[in-house]
Every structure is written in structure tokens, then in C-alpha cells.
């Protein structure tokens, strides 16, 4: 038997709400590690909307959600996944609870997550029940079975206060993402671990930083290449291959996963950030948070209303 995770962001580029970095990990039999798991699963889950016909949506996060549909799909993927690892939270911080705990006592210093702890369901419980549970029943056919969701989410006072200290958001990215991974490695006790991560910017060249991460282990370039950089890692009777490859969101389910619970928990942060200054103004337009509309919602409250005073720092990303 074998380890196999995906990590994946959301969020790198936006001027506002968090940077959101999942690992999702699967146990699964070793002649399943270069299958396409889609393909294998091809009865409880699907990479397309079209035809999806009860089936999980595991794709990349892009695909799932967009202004028309909405949370929906992101959702139920969420759900009926945290639901094979037996967890079924019902409150946003019950959700953060399991996914992100470190995060939760932080939010409790900004004004827009204060009093929001509803979640709002956009998707029936026994269509996520069933979904589910024929998601766990076909995995079980294949000897699978999913493990793990941990989510590593940046709240922006963090995020800048992380900025400060190393100059360089790609930094914050890489340290983030090895503390999943180095957290992939500990709770795991089989030999055998492969994580693959979508690639981060155009960094081809990444053995020096892992050195630094994990100067405790045996490291071996395996390839690097313009498409995918492989490396291993040894040490206490295990071993552990890293993939970093371009596009790995569209391409290995366990990273469409992490894609899609990272952009679900950015989402939920981004919308109560709406919702705190539209309740002050009706009329201010909802933004996403990248950097041009980013940019125009913090002039909407400006000049609309001005009499909101906020941190800058836990508002506005620094970089």
C-alpha cells in the first residue's frame, strides 16, 4: 500500500481575503499510483460538469465555481468528502474546526467574522449523504480510501505579518506548502509516500529550499524538467517522492481535491467580507478580491463610506 496526496492553493494572486493551501491524502494499493484515478472512480465521481448524473465533481477549482454557479459543487465535494473521513460540521467554525483549526482563534480579530457562524448550504444533506457514500463504496473496491483534508488558510493579518518577515509571498507559498507536506510524512507510517503539487510560478529548481525544510532527510533530485521537478526523501525506514508539476489541478485527483477545499474555504472568507461592508452600504459593489476589482472595492469604501474605520493590515495584503 501507498500514500498519495495533492496539494494545491487558492488565492496566491488577490490583493484581499486569505491565501487558502489544502493537502488531501488517500491510502491506496501501490498499482494504483500511476492510474488515472478518475478513470478507476469513474462510477462515484467525475472531471466534468457535463453528465455528472449524481456523481462528485473533483476538478479543478477554476471549472467548479464560477459567479453563475456559485458554491454549489464546491461545496458538496467538500462536504461529502470531510464526510468519509467521518466529520460532518454543521457551523462555519466547526468547518475550520476540522480543516484549519490554527486559523480559527485568528479570525476572531476581524470585524467581518465576527457573528458568522452560520453556514449556509447551498446543497441537500442526503443528496451530500449519498454522494458520499458511493464516493467511500467505490474507493473500497479499490482497496482506497481517503485519509486526510488539511488546510493551511492565511488570514490577511497573518499572511502580511508572514510578508514581513521573508519579503516574498512565493516564500510564505513554499514554506506553507512544506508544512503540509512535512505533516503528510509524519502521520504516516507506510514506506511509500508520493505528493504531487501543481506547480508553483515558474520555479524549476527546487532541492536547496527542500534542503533547508527538511535538512533531517536524505535528499535526491530525481528530475527537473520544464513540466515537473521529482525528488526524494528518505529517512526513519520511509521514503517520500515529491512532484512538483504544472497544471497538476487538472491532471491528478488527489490535487484537484486540495484545489477545490481551498477555493471553498477562500470563497466562505471572501463572502463574509461582502457581506460586513454591503451591510453598511446596499448599493457598494461585491468584489473577489483580485488585485484590479480588489483595488476598486477598497476606493468604493472610501469614498461610499467613510465613516468605517478598518485595519488596513487585516484588510489589504501587503504584497
Not at 22 to 51: C, G, I, R, Y
Not at 169 to 190: P, Q, R
Not at 292 to 313: A, C, M, N, W
Amino acid at each position: 500500500m501507498a500514500i498519495l496526496a495533492g496539494i494545491d492553493e487558492a488565492g496566491y494572486g488577490p490583493i484581499l481575503g486569505p491565501l487558502v493551501v489544502t493537502a488531501t491524502a488517500f491510502k491506496l494499493p501501490e498499482q494504483l499510483l500511476m492510474s488515472d484515478l478518475w478513470d478507476v472512480l469513474k462510477k462515484s465521481v467525475s472531471l466534468q460538469k457535463k453528465h455528472i448524473a449524481g456523481r462528485l465533481l473533483i476538478t479543478d477549482s477554476k471549472k467548479a465555481y464560477s459567479r453563475a454557479t456559485g458554491l454549489r459543487h464546491l461545496e458538496r465535494t467538500t462536504f461529502a468528502c470531510l464526510k468519509c473521513i467521518g466529520q460532518e460540521p454543521d457551523t462555519f467554525s466547526g468547518l475550520l474546526e476540522i480543516l484549519c483549526p490554527e486559523t480559527k482563534s485568528r479570525l476572531q480579530n476581524y470585524p467581518w467574522y465576527q457573528n458568522s457562524d452560520t453556514l449556509q448550504k447551498h446543497c441537500d444533506d442526503a443528496d451530500i449523504r449519498i454522494a458520499s457514500e458511493v464516493f467511500a463504496d467505490d474507493m473500497n473496491s479499490y482497496k482506497m480510501k481517503l485519509l486526510s483534508i488539511h488546510s493551511h488558510c492565511l488570514d490577511v493579518a497573518y499572511y502580511n505579518r508572514l510578508i514581513d518577515n521573508v519579503k516574498n509571498k512565493a516564500s510564505v507559498l513554499f514554506s506553507t506548502t512544506c508544512a503540509l507536506i512535512k505533516s503528510v510524512w509524519d502521520n504516516s507510517s507506510d514506506p511509500n509516500i508520493q505528493i504531487i503539487i501543481d506547480r508553483q510560478g515558474g520555479r524549476t529548481h527546487y532541492s536547496r529550499h527542500l534542503l533547508r525544510m527538511f535538512g533531517g532527510l536524505e535528499l535526491a533530485i530525481i528530475n527537473e524538467s520544464d513540466n515537473s521537478s521529482s525528488y526524494q526523501l528518505s529517512g526513519s525506514g520511509k521514503q517520500m517522492r515529491l512532484h512538483f508539476v504544472t497544471k497538476a489541478d487538472q491532471k491528478y485527483l488527489p490535487v484537484s481535491l486540495a484545489s477545490m477545499v481551498s477555493k471553498y474555504i477562500r470563497e466562505l472568507l471572501v463572502e463574509r467580507i461582502n457581506k460586513y461592508f454591503l451591510n453598511h452600504q446596499p448599493q457598494l459593489k461585491p468584489t473577489a478580491g483580485y488585485w484590479k476589482d480588489g483595488l476598486r472595492f477598497i476606493e468604493d469604501i472610501k469614498t461610499q463610506i467613510p465613516h468605517v474605520k478598518y485595519e488596513t493590515s487585516q484588510l489589504i495584503r501587503s504584497r
